[in-house]
């Protein structure tokens, strides 16, 4: 529960330190004292957004504590532990604004992200709006208090989260599905043109050795006579040659007695030349034997090279290029293949997503019809004791007739009310005036409140339009439910007041050229004259006090 609220420089707040108790809490003060004040900074601790115009004026930040004993909200103490953030103390959430505008979070003492506050808010508190009867008028609200009462919340998530993942996979099908006529026909083409290139069967390398072979036997009577007239200069002409020349040369050089170093070099030079010469005759030589100016081969170079070509310029491609064509085409098609096995998987999960879902949405739709009728009977019961007596109350579940898997379940949830004996139950909306919205909102938050797992509740004004006997059954109820946990409520209404555990005074107190706003806890005197004084008028007489007493004692007893 909630046992302590620090507020510093908060809109009006200069200085706050409250400790709040067990029971049920009432605030009450003057209008504009400062009461949802203090129920706003609560909020910022909660994971509320907030700007820099809550900053107290002259102040360059406003920082706001909760502190929550959380020993009894295993819920809470598991989500800490989950995040290394649990402590042996109490646990602390703060929040800072600073002048400028930015905002920082802490629990215990560690900064985190604004949702996690959030997060972990949820489970210490439950602040219910003196505006959440207008949310009456809204289907959502409807469906939300039921499965909150039913205590499907968890599962309605998991029943939206399904229809989401079933509508998603259903658009992809339907995206790749929608395309298959043109997949198909591309799936043709891409065979066909596979099937032209793997008929080629272009090895590694082969366009250019075949390039440099159709080169060779084109140019081959010129290349003949070429090598014949080396191999003539260098060896076998008459009139004289290479080699006889070299030979001479080195036959001379040899003959000289004592030649000096310089010629020996030379004469080495010359030798190895000698013997190039020859080496090379003889590849001449070789490849003259080898050689074969086959006019059948050139021809069939000539024919696989124009296939080759012509498949080419087909695909716009260089020649050299058609090797990785062939590869492109084989991821392409590959492509294509995965697509089809993407459809059958994707059909898959689809059957599968629409089972799990209507699995869950059963057991959504069970647990509403057996909480609904419950409910309803609860709320038709408060609505009568607040002011509506012979009132009806229903919860009508209506089948979707829709083929879609619906995020909110198999059924639509309405609230029916008749606000009078003899008429026919109607939707809210088109039945209920602003006060009957007023009472059957605060009916169904205290019966809902009742098994909320939330052990603080918090109330803010919501028995406006409320008074005479009904603002006393109001808080009754309110009381009641303090004495199962924690109940604080903002109130204008003396007979809610003198039911309260504990009373706090919220008002105004004027320094010099400045205004903050206090926060009193009221001793049993202090008490009695603030219910006198709701009660009306700013001079207390006894009767007024009197009445106030008496009406503090019966809370009581």
């Known amino acids: 529960m909630l046992v302590h609220l620090s507020i510093h420089n908060y809109a009006i707040v200069e200085h706050l330190d409250l400790e709040l108790d067990r029971g049920m809490s009432v605030i009450t003060g003057e209008t504009g004292a400062g009461k949802s004040i203090m129920l706003d900074a609560l909020g910022l601790t909660l994971g509320d957004r907030a700007d820099s115009g809550v900053v107290r004026p002259g102040a360059d930040k406003a920082d706001i504590l909760a502190t929550f004993d959380v020993s009894d909200i295993p819920e809470a103490d598991a989500w800490l532990k989950e995040r290394d953030l649990e402590t042996d103390g109490p646990c602390i959430l703060r929040r800072v604004i600073t002048a400028e505008g930015r905002s920082r979070s802490y629990i215990n003492g560690t900064p985190c992200p604004q949702g996690d506050l959030k997060a972990l808010g949820e489970l210490l508190i439950d602040i219910h709006s003196q505006h959440e009867h207008q949310s009456l008028l809204k289907t959502d609200t409807h469906r939300r208090l039921l499965d909150e009462y039913a205590g499907a919340t968890d599962l309605a998530r998991q029943v939206q989260l399904a229809a989401q993942r079933w509508r998603q996979t259903r658009q992809e099908l339907e995206r790749l599905s929608n395309s298959g006529d043109e997949q198909r026909a591309k799936h043709q083409l891409l065979s066909y043109q596979l099937e032209e290139l793997e008929s080629l069967s272009l090895g590694e390398n082969e366009l250019e050795h075949l390039e440099q072979e159709h080169t060779t036997l084109t140019n081959a009577e010129s290349l003949l006579g070429i090598c014949r007239q080396v191999v003539e200069l260098c ?323």
Do not use: C
């Open 235 to 557: 060896s076998e002409s008459d009139s004289g040659n290479a080699l006889n020349a070299l030979t001479a040369s080195l036959n001379r050089l040899t003959s000289v007695n004592n030649s000096p170093d310089a010629l020996n070099e030379a004469t080495n030079l010359l030798s190895s030349a000698q013997i190039q010469v020859e080496e090379a005759v003889g590849e001449i030589n070789r490849f003259l034997d080898r050689f074969e100016a086959d006019p059948a081969r050139l021809q069939q170079i000539e024919e696989r090279l124009d296939t080759i070509y012509t498949l080419a310029r087909k695909h716009r491609v260089q020649p050299t290029e058609v090797p990785a064509l062939h590869q492109k085409l084989l991821d392409e098609i590959e492509t294509l293949n995965a697509n089809d096995e993407a459809i059958e998987r994707l059909e898959h999960e689809l059957g599968s997503y629409a089972r799990h879902y209507q699995e869950k949405a059963r057991e959504l739709s069970d647990l509403r019809h057996r909480a609904a009728p419950e409910l309803a009977h609860a709320v038709e019961h408060e609505i009568q004791r607040l002011g509506m007596p012979g009132g009806r109350f229903n919860i009508e579940l209506r089948e979707n007739a829709e083929k879609e898997l619906s995020p909110h379940g198999l059924e639509q949830v309405e609230l029916l009310v008749s606000a009078n004996p003899g008429q026919p139950l109607k939707a809210l909306a088109k039945v209920a005036s602003g006060g009957e919205l007023s009472r059957i909102s605060l009916a169904i938050q205290v019966i809902t409140a009742q098994t909320s797992r939330v052990p603080t509740l918090v109330f803010d004004e919501v028995d406006v339009g409320i008074g005479g006997p009904t603002a006393e059954i109001v808080g009754q109820l309110l009381r009641r439910l303090g004495e199962r946990g924690q109940v604080m409520t903002v109130t204008h209404l003396p007979q809610v007041a003198a039911q309260g555990h504990q009373h706090l005074f919220v008002h105004k107190v004027r320094e010099e050229d400045v205004t903050r706003t206090a926060v009193s806890k009221l001793s049993k005197s202090e008490r009695v004259e603030e219910v006198a004084r709701m009660l009306g008028g700013i001079d207390l007489t006894k009767e007024s006090l009197a009445h106030a007493k008496k009406m503090v004692i019966t809370a009581k007893s």
